[in-house]
């Protein structure tokens, strides 16, 4: 791991050597903590310095979907005035564009009205194929008594501009867009080839005799204060109105009078942070109105925004070093929500400062967190499963990965197998302790009773048996006892030590349990035969002893319920399904009184409603389960009852 490595290349780290299995928890804790706060710090610098114009865009993208819901107050417009070159003015001059006559007039016409300054949103680049009226328009600017505002080109020659007077104001009415194409900045001083120009706006703010910008860097792009208002309510009068004089002289006499196209097919549209249809006399307009209040919301830039960023997120670490015990999650949400609210507040001041970058620092620490904590869960289990015996014998069975393979092929899918495996193989373990619990605490314990019961009636005169009884009933509980141990012996090896299958002869095993048996056969007089059909052996691969003791238990199952004076026949043979072995007997219990064809109905029931379980079933169906047999019984027509168990031959499928 990281950290791991990191810690071990520090002088007198304390985590030089690999923990041992007891320290492992603390170790992998205190390694993932580490990592987890040494990515973030790598994370966190990476944002602050490496973000670029590329960051702008999406940072912009925010500041747009927060103005439109946080607004700054408007204040009432009073200083800008605008007349319009709209559709009612076209139609009484017609078509646009006008000659320059008209202009003149214009201007003729404001005199008496007392304008502090008069803007043309409109470009005269050149001189008209009437040079008269173009000198026309030139002497009426001449001898205005108000500065006339004039925007050029970027690449005209000022002093060769045609309409420049003593009393001509040059600027530029080009605002650059941002790179999606909105234009929500203006640069109000713009450094062109030529001179330093300003806009259109500040010309003109300037020109009404304003000058109370001086503590702003006005070549330092500035965001623009849309109202939510796309007009604002600027007072509007059309350009025909007021060539006829027919407007109100105090609503021009001291504002600043801005000239521009309104009608649809003339005005440039463009896209800004309230509208996808701005005009841009409007937005001169509303330029104007943000100088002459002052309203416009200036980007915190360079070392600010470094030392913002650096602020919060050292109170994000401070936090979660304070409150060890809340969820990153919560952590995340409650800074994220933070760094808005610090940014609402700042807006409402005037100033943008982007969230964004804290943001993303927060969601990426917040999943370095989770990444560095599953690669510590993942080493706690390797480590685990190193100790395991379960892996250790699977790992030795199946072939780890190598070399370049996908990812569900490599060493993560195996060891995540080999987790699944040791979990189920523990509860297994789990289960077969509970089982044992009920066997040592019940079944064990019964032989055990019994023989106390009868050394107490052996102590009273009155009760006591002969010496020749006493002995014959003690031996059988001591007998039934240590069978019931061997059971429990054969069942733990079965289950717990992952058992050993080798080549055995499945008709030498059943004359073992023959052989086991007949003393209980002669005693009760049972009639046993055992037929191997084409001197089949039944070569299969097992455990000996298991498969004893389980036909053992079958077997005596039926000498015990079947009565005296019975029959049992054992066949065995093989075809197409495998070793079939097959046990009957002629008892007058019907197939249904079994329970999974092992154990007498009505017994089993009995061991059911008093917890009892018993170990011969129990052994029956694990020796059953681990060879990989199938079993089954059906009731026979003479009243008794088949047991059928097919075993896989050695070299078929099914063995494998």
């Known amino acids: 791991m990281i950290g791991q490595w990191i810690r071990a290349k520090l002088p007198f780290s304390k985590y030089k050597d690999l923990p041992k299995k007891g320290e492992m928890t603390e170790f992998l804790f205190r390694n993932f ?6 990515l973030s710090v790598v994370f966190a610098v990476f944002l602050t310095y490496a973000t670029g114009p590329w960051f702008d865009k999406y940072s912009y993208g925010l500041y747009d979907a927060i103005v439109k819901v946080v607004q700054r107050p408007a204040p009432p417009v009073e200083d800008v005035v605008i007349i ?36 043309f949103n409109v470009i005269f680049s050149e001189v008209a194929s009437n040079k008269s009226a173009s000198l026309a328009f030139k002497q009426a600017i001449s001898a205005s008594a108000f500065p006339v505002v004039l925007p050029v080109l970027d690449h005209t020659q000022h002093s060769d501009f045609f309409f420049r007077t003593p009393n001509t104001l040059l600027a530029t009415s080009r605002i650059q867009v941002d790179t999606d194409a909105v234009i929500r900045r203006v640069q109000l001083l713009r450094d062109t080839p030529h001179e330093l120009l300003p806009q259109l706006s ?22 623009i204060n849309f109202s939510d208002r796309q007009h604002r309510n600027f007072k ?25 196209t309104t009608a649809p097919g003339l005005g440039d549209r463009f ?110 289990c390797r480590t685990a499963l190193n100790y395991s015996r379960a892996y250790a014998e699977y790992a030795r069975h199946e072939q780890r990965p190598v070399g370049k393979k996908p990812l569900t092929q490599n060493l993560f899918s195996f060891e995540l197998t080999a987790l699944e495996k040791t979990l189920k193989t523990a509860e297994a373990l789990q289960l077969k302790k509970d089982a044992f619990r009920t066997y040592l605490s019940h079944d064990l314990r019964t032989p055990q009773v019994s023989m106390m019961d009868l050394l107490n009636t052996q102590k009273d005169p009155a009760t006591a048996l002969p010496e020749q009884e006493f002995s014959a009933r003690m031996e059988a509980l001591i007998q039934t006892s240590l069978v019931m141990l061997d059971d429990l012996l054969v069942l733990s090896k079965g289950d717990v030590d992952l058992l050993k299958l080798e080549p055995i002869l499945l008709a030498a095993v059943v004359q073992d349990a023959l052989d086991y048996l007949w003393p209980q056969f002669y005693a009760k007089n049972i009639a046993v035969s055992f037929i191997t059909e084409a001197d089949e052996l039944g070569e299969i691969l097992g455990d000996a002893k298991l498969l004893q003791r389980a036909f053992a238990n079958i077997l005596e199952n039926s000498v015990r319920y079947a009565g005296a004076q019975t029959s049992i026949s054992i066949t065995l043979k093989k075809d197409s399904r ?47 389960k681990l060879h990989q047999a199938s079993f089954s019984s059906s009731e026979l027509e003479t009243g008794g009852v088949a047991f059928e168990f097919i075993f896989p031959a050695v070299g078929s499928e099914a063995s494998s």
């Open 33 to 38: 903590i580490f990592e987890w706060r040494l």
């Open 84 to 119: 319009t070159i709209d559709e009612a003015s076209i139609q009484h001059l017609g078509r646009w564009p006008w000659s320059r006559h008209v202009h003149a007039e214009l201007l003729h016409s404001l005199q008496s009205a007392a304008p502090k300054v008069v803007a």
């Open 202 to 223: 500040l010309q003109a703010y300037w020109g009404a005799g304003y000058d109370a910008l001086q503590s702003k860097d006005l070549q330092k792009p500035l965001l």
């Open 236 to 260: 509007e009068i059309p350009y025909h109105e007021v060539l006829s004089g027919a407007y109100a002289a105090e609503d021009i006499a001291g504002k600043i009078v801005v000239v521009g």
């Open 271 to 380: 896209v800004t942070t309230m509208s996808k249809l701005h005009n841009s006399t409007y937005i001169q307009a509303e330029l104007i109105q943000n100088l002459v209040q002052d309203s416009f919301i200036e980007p915190i830039e360079g070392v600010s925004v470094h030392l913002l960023r650096i602020l919060v997120i050292v109170l994000f670490f401070g936090f979660l070093y304070v409150h060890t015990k809340i969820h990153i999650a919560y952590v995340t949400l409650i800074f994220s929500a933070l760094t808005l609210c610090i940014t609402l507040v700042l807006l409402r001041l005037g100033y943008w400062w982007s969230p964004l970058c804290c943001i993303i620092f927060f969601l990426g620490s917040w999943l370095i967190w989770y990444w560095r904590r599953s690669v510590a869960v993942l080493k706690w």
């Open 578 to 624: 495998g070793v079939v072995l097959t046990i009957a007997d002629s008892g007058q219990c019907a197939a249904g009184e079994y329970s999974d064809g092992v154990v007498r109905a009505a017994p089993q029931a009995q061991q059911m409603k008093t917890g009892r379980y018993g170990l011969g079933l129990a052994l029956v169906q694990s020796a059953i």
